[in-house]
């Protein structure tokens, strides 16, 4: 295939339909059909990233491999087929006028007066094309954020317009939207939907397929009727049930044929039916996993968003275990030595998460001083890790005012540090130790084991502070020790307690790289241990 064909995937009548968990099942599909694929996103807010946004306003930010900071359902796409995501995966308007303004400034427009269109419309144009021009693609699944008739997303609406004008067969719209049941009549309503699409129309856009969102099953007659008020082919009306679980999502569109119907309508021969034989185990292993391991979560943000990628390589790594994970989100803010006991008894395990500021940190070192003395598996992400570092210092060497740089700008034990490099940053956004970084592992040691003995690993990051080295030696000396480190600047990477039965904490964000057919080794490891325990 030559020219990569576009797929744009917006939504209608609510937001938080799924059209991630959309977009990345038809991502799932297409691969499995042989082609080459990466999805995208496009945010309407003005952020240029989400790296500034706080976990409650838009959930976890998740960080690709080339280090930009973006929205979780990257997680998602990666998550679902495997494939990396870059810096050009995730798009905000902020970012599309940022570009604009800095074309104008240069003088690129050779004067003329800069407008929503065409100049907006462009940047938007240019950047969804961006990865289909690299070559390495068949297809490219934009997902545009928010919902038809928001004032934020018409640029984008316009753009793909515009686009499916320019190049005709090549694009396809897959409009995802929803179906309430209403319990007083007993009925299923559609008129939300035709509402939406002729929304969609009114922009310009008659969609190709169409994704009914439901949690009752819709008959061939709602199905036929919506296919009649909406210009769609009947065959081109999906329903995306209720199902107990987002990984059961590709196989039944694959059931109703939404890859091979999207193939038709882009002109490709859809051949064979793909088999999904590997993404059926694990769903079968999944079901059949029902003996629980409980972890808690010790976080500060009690939302189920602002830990996604943990939450989901546990639960994937449980399922590798044939176990159920039973996750409880504990709020480090109100963990108390007096409470620490009674909160964190009877879980198999527990999760020291990561974070930024003071809020809660006490509390996350009281955890991390009861899951050490009382050796429960203890597995502490990036703040989770650089906790561990500051509780073992206090109570194992004995510097009670020990701390990270971030907050105490005064410690005397400032066992983690902000580094030279980092000190004259006067910015927030962006400006942190970002993306995939080398780690090269200690053999011998737990860590090294559960990555099946490999010299060194890369591992994604996200902080600006780090184990100050100054007092490496103290802390090996007194049983924590350094198993992974950076080979070109020395930095520590994860530190492990060997004495406990599993008691590791890494500087980097492994959750980032936990897919649904490759766990990543340490969750796996970890409740391993949770289990034996
Ligand atoms: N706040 C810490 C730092 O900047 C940790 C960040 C995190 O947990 N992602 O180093």
């Known amino acids: ?105 240069r003088g690129d427009y050779l004067g003329k007066t800069i407008q929503v269109v065409p100049h907006i419309t462009d940047e938007i144009k240019r950047n969804i094309m961006l990865l289909g021009r690299t070559g390495d693609f068949d297809f490219v699944v934009t997902e545009i954020g928010g919902t038809i008739g928001d004032i934020e997303s018409a640029p984008y609406l316009e753009a793909i317009r515009q686009m499916r004008w320019e190049m005709g067969k090549n694009t396809l719209n897959v409009h995802l939207t929803y179906v309430p ?29 169409l994704v009914l969102r439901t949690e009752h099953h819709l008959s061939d007659d709602i199905r036929r009727k919506v296919a009649h008020f909406c210009n769609v082919d009947f065959e081109a009306v999906v329903q995306s049930e209720d199902l107990p679980c987002i990984y059961q999502v590709p196989v039944n569109m694959l059931n109703q044929g939404l890859d091979a119907t999207i193939l038709r309508k882009l002109g490709v021969e859809p ?50 275990c044939d176990r159920k994970v039973r996750l409880e989100f504990v709020n480090s803010e109100y963990i108390t030595r007096e409470n620490v006991e009674e909160q964190l008894r009877g879980f198999d395990g527990v999760v020291i998460c990561p974070g930024f500021g003071n809020r809660g940190t006490e509390g996350k070192i009281t955890a991390c001083e009861y899951t050490r003395t009382h050796d429960v598996p203890c597995f502490g992400i990036c703040f989770g890790m650089q906790m561990m570092v500051v509780e073992f210092a206090r109570n194992v060497l004995g510097y009670k005012d020990a701390n990270s740089r971030e907050l105490d700008a005064k410690t005397q034990h400032n066992v983690i540090d902000i580094m030279e490099e980092q000190k004259n940053i006067t910015q927030m956004g962006g400006t942190m130790r970002l993306g995939a970084y080398k780690c ?23 902080h600006r502070y780090e184990f100050n080295s100054g007092f490496l030696r103290e802390f090996e000396q007194n049983g924590m020790l350094c198993v992974g480190s950076n080979p070109d600047s020395n930095l520590v990477e994860i530190v492990e307690i060997p004495q406990l039965r599993w008691y590791i904490g890494t500087q980097f964000h492994p959750e980032y790289s936990s897919t649904v057919l490759n766990p990543h080794p ?12």
């Open 1 to 105: 295939m030559a020219e990569a064909k576009y797929i744009f995937v917006t939504g209608g009548v609510a937001s938080s339909l799924g059209k991630g968990i959309i977009s990345s099942s038809i991502g799932k599909l297409l691969q499995a059909r042989g082609c080459r694929v990466t999805i995208q996103k496009f945010d309407p807010y003005i952020n240029i990233d989400p790296g500034t946004l706080n976990p409650y306003e838009h959930g976890e930010c998740y960080v690709t491999v080339d280090g930009k900071e973006t929205d979780l359902d990257l997680g998602h796409y990666e998550r679902f087929t495997g494939v990396h995501t870059t810096r050009a995966n995730n798009i905000t308007t902020g970012r599309i006028y940022m570009n604009v303004i800095e074309k104008e400034r």
């Open 181 to 209: 049941y209403l319990a007083a009549a007993g009925e299923l309503k559609t008129k939300p939907t035709q509402s939406s699409v002729k929304q969609l129309l009114s922009a310009g856009i008659q969609p190709d397929i």
């Open 271 to 320: 051949g064979e039916t793909p088999e999904l034989g590997p993404w059926r185990k694990f769903l079968e292993r999944r079901e059949a996993a029902t003996e629980e391991v409980s972890i808690a979560l010790v976080g500060k943000y009690d939302l189920q968003d602002a830990y996604k990628s943990i939450r989901e390589s546990l639960s994937l790594a449980g399922t590798y």
């Open 440 to 462: 090269d592992l200690k053999q011998g040691s737990k860590t090294s084991e559960a990555y099946g003995g490999v010299a060194s690993v890369e591992e994604r990051h996200r």
């Open 522 to 533: 340490l969750f796996l490891s970890f409740i391993k241990a949770c289990i034996n325990k």
